[in-house]
Nanobody, 127 residues
């Protein structure tokens, strides 16, 4: 059974950076497409980034494109989300999700189709 644990959240000033980690246990992350999602207070969950099993294909929501970078480290069984130029509207609980995929290059991360979820880490962007 795959287990995911997010970390790296915290309080940061506008314009600052954070790196979130999604650490896996119970199974190699290689078998899964991984997505990052976030949910702000009073808002619906938003998919913000997705990475293929191979790591060679990624996708980003328009709201974070050019500021966030997703990556994966097979040796550490961890996926990262580097967040730069943070804005107050990035404030949310950030979750990672995993979806079993046979194809190495697929990078489809539907919010209602992920097989496993972490419990989230809070990111607050405020001065």
């Amino acid at each position: 059974q795959l287990q995911l644990v997010e970390s790296g959240g915290g309080l940061v000033q506008p314009g600052g950076s954070l790196r979130l980690s999604c650490a896996a246990s119970g199974s190699p992350l290689d078998y899964y497409v991984i997505g990052w999602f976030r949910q702000a207070p009073g808002k619906e969950r938003e998919g913000i980034s997705c990475i293929s099993r191979s790591g060679g294909n990624t996708d980003y929501a328009d709201s974070v494109k050019g500021r966030f970078t997703i990556s994966r480290d097979t040796a550490k069984n961890t996926v990262y989300l580097q967040m730069n130029s943070l804005k107050p509207e990035d404030t949310a609980v950030y979750y990672c999700g995993a979806r079993t995929a046979r194809i190495l290059s697929t990078y489809y991360c539907p919010g209602d189709g992920m097989d496993y979820w972490g419990k989230g880490t809070l990111v607050t962007v405020s001065s």
